[in-house]
């Protein structure tokens, strides 16, 4: 299971470093259905592999500017608080329910990837006229995914991007900081798991380290390939996993 498991890390950084996201949606998947591991620990650590692999990106995006820390620090512990509240509200829900809830999610994610992305951001001026309405969608915004990071354990990349798109920021900030973001609230949320289960902490270790050692090298092998193919291609993986997510699951409906 040891060299299985690292293989798929791998698969996970390559993910990130190819597309800048996606990683944190196939690691739930990977941990419960291939590993074996039980559907509220595969979330669990699935919040500390994203935490620790979006932290490297974030580094990385930080190093040549495309990081805007004063938003990510005003975002990311409304994020943070959402999330941690999130992890304590899965007691309420059987493993099951959360893995339906992942695959809606996953959904969700695929129609997003297949949209056309060429969105510019919006203006900072109307916001910094108007501060109650930045507090206003800062708050609301990191509190909703904050909570879905919490209850499915994905990094939300995919939903806090076009957030932060509407506070202004260009497409390259908004990635940057999301990961930055993503690593905050993937603390929090692992935090609200500890209490309530078992983490292999080995193998978790293990799993990370691959998983940004793919990172890296998806990031190089993406200047050579094209974008859009492998982002529709991800898309169709994601419909077909949440699918059978859901195939699994269907004796909850």
Not at 94 to 105: E, H
């Amino acid at each position: 299971m040891l060299i299985l498991g690292l293989a798929l890390a791998l698969l996970v950084g390559l993910s990130l470093g190819l597309l800048g996201g996606g990683g944190s949606i196939l690691t739930v998947p990977i941990f419960v259905y291939i590993l074996g591991f039980e559907a509220k620990a595969s979330i669990a650590m699935s919040l500390a592999v994203v935490g620790a692999t979006s932290l490297v990106g974030a580094i990385r995006h930080g190093q040549v500017g495309n990081l805007n820390l004063r938003v990510a620090l005003v975002f990311g512990p409304v994020a943070m608080v959402g999330t941690y509240l999130g992890a304590r509200l899965s007691v309420f829900f059987s493993g099951g329910a959360q893995l339906v809830l992942f695959a809606i999610v996953m959904l969700a994610a695929a129609v997003y990837m297949l949209r056309d992305r060429k969105v510019e951001g919006g203006s900072r001026e109307t916001f910094i006229a108007h501060p109650v309405a930045l507090l206003t969608v800062v708050v609301a915004e990191g509190l909703v995914v904050g909570v879905l990071t919490g209850l499915v354990g994905v990094g939300g990349g995919f939903l806090i991007v076009p957030a932060l798109l509407l506070l202004g920021l260009s497409m390259k900030e908004a990635v940057g900081t999301s990961l930055l973001v993503i690593a905050l609230k993937s603390f929090a949320g692992f935090a609200g798991y500890l209490p309530q289960v078992e983490v292999n902490w080995e193998f978790m270790a293990g799993f990370t380290v691959v998983a940004i050692v793919g990172i890296w090298i998806g990031a190089y092998v993406a200047r050579f390939v094209s974008q859009n193919v492998l982002r529709r291609a991800f898309a169709l993986l994601l419909f077909v996993m949440a699918i059978a997510i859901l195939y699994q699951n269907r004796a909850l409906f």
